[in-house]
């Protein structure tokens, strides 16, 4: 009985002493690993009595947290880059590159001729804020033109059920449609879309300035009967909009915002099929070509009518008065008014898409490519244009000169019946 006393003691002084603990010396056995034994029984209770171990691993997993909840809120989808050639004028051999995001649009100041041909005339959009100022157009009110011009007839379209709504378009005096210009709703709106308005208002037309970037214009080569109309005056209610569409002749066509708000998506091109765009139908242009368009509403989508769109890249932004939006070929693109917002829209041909507008009129079937000279490729651009004109038969024009008076004849009609 003393000696297993005695032994208990011993043992109780070594447990004691630690020499039978985990964190005890290893003996050279243990180095060596051949007597070792994990032993997580005695560890791990050990490990979670003690307080210094739980607080720091409370503090990790705080840490840790904290470190994914602020990657969550600051985390960004990726850049979306595209990749622009552009020929180097001084070594025709090279090309340079440009990377362009397509998170918001290019806003330029103080933009050269030289700088907007190199980097965004027939290749990528851009907003210029300081080329419309100094234009008296950036007077006009609705009250100046409820006095003015209330009687005068324009044309507008209108919809109950959204763009899908949206089937004739209508003629009605400006004074009636500005008296409504405040009741737009978002399924119920109307948008003011004339582009023979301003053409018949030469005193307007002088309030809109020459812009530095559209002076080359190979439209001004087209015989006046054919000659696509310039400065359509764009008026429209909060929640009004554009269809999603390319102009006609695959032109460069710009915006100028006078009042108002404009919200944009523009797609860059090769997204025909995402878009589900719809071809083949005529523009009813006084020389015809083909409409390219889509009947998604890039700002409402029916995703489960059109899945692909879910897929399709745009840049998005906003247009104040004041600023002016240059769109180049290729590229579909939408307007929404966020306000009642006038802007008046035009369209130039140059240098840089005259290839492009002349490939659509040969598409229409106004001329065959084969009515061509041999030496035609060896013109100037200017002189291709010209030729091409002289060679349209001269049922085209008739047609073009008949078309026009049709549509004056109508607007005549209507203002005719007002009362009074």
């Known amino acids: ?37 994990a032993n997580p029984k005695v560890l791990t209770p050990n490990l979670l009595q003690n307080p210094f171990f739980l607080t720091g691993v409370v503090t990790v997993v705080i840490s840790v947290m904290a470190i994914l909840l602020y990657l969550n809120m600051s985390w960004k989808p990726s850049r979306m880059v595209v990749v622009t050639k552009v020929h180097d004028e001084s070594n025709p051999d090279k090309q340079r590159e440009y990377k362009r995001s397509l998170d918001t649009i290019d806003r330029r100041s103080n933009l ?24 008296r157009a950036m007077n006009w009110t609705k009250k100046f033109f409820m006095e003015k011009y209330g009687n005068e007839i324009i044309t507008i379209r209108a919809t109950e059920d959204g763009l899908a709504g949206i089937k004739d378009t209508l003629a009605m005096p400006l004074g009636l449609f500005l008296s409504h210009l405040h009741e737009g709703q978002p399924k119920l709106w109307t948008y003011l879309m004339d582009e023979l308005f301003l053409l018949q208002k030469p005193e307007l037309q002088d309030d809109l300035d020459d812009i530095l970037y559209l002076q080359d214009d190979f439209f001004q080569l087209f015989p006046r ?37 404009k919200k944009w998506k523009l797609f860059p091109p090769g997204q025909d099929y995402l878009l589900h765009v719809k071809k083949g139908s005529n523009s009813g242009f006084p020389l015809n070509c083909f409409k390219y368009s889509s009947d998604i509403d890039a700002f409402n989508p029916d995703l489960k009518r059109f899945p692909r769109f879910a897929k399709a890249k745009a840049i998005e932004f906003d247009q104040h008065p004041g600023e002016l939006l240059l769109i180049p070929t290729g590229w579909f693109h939408q307007a929404y008014n966020d306000e009642e917002t006038m802007a008046v829209s035009s369209q130039v041909m140059n240098i840089n898409n005259y290839k492009i507008v002349l490939e659509e009129i040969f598409k229409a079937g106004n001329l065959k490519k084969k009515s061509l000279p041999a030496n035609f490729e060896s013109l100037s651009p200017e002189s291709q244009v010209k030729t091409v004109m002289q060679l349209l038969p001269k049922h085209i024009l008739e047609k073009g000169r008949e078309l026009t008076a049709d549509a004056l004849r109508q607007i005549d009609g209507v203002r005719n019946k007002q009362p009074g």
């Open 1 to 37: 009985m003393a000696a297993k006393q005695r032994n208990k003691r011993s043992k109780q002084q070594q447990d004691k002493n630690g020499t039978n603990s985990p964190s005890a010396t290893p003996t050279s056995a243990d180095k060596d690993g051949k007597h070792a034994k």
């Open 225 to 261: 009967e054919i000659r696509p109309w310039n400065s359509m005056l764009l008026w429209g209610t909060k929640f009004s909009r554009s269809h999603l569409h390319i102009d006609p002749y695959n032109w460069t066509g710009t915006n100028a915002v006078f009042s108002g708000l």
């Open 112 to 135: 050269s001729l030289e700088e907007y041909r190199e980097l965004y005339d027939g290749k990528w959009p851009v907003l210029i804020t300081d080329a419309l100022p100094t234009m």
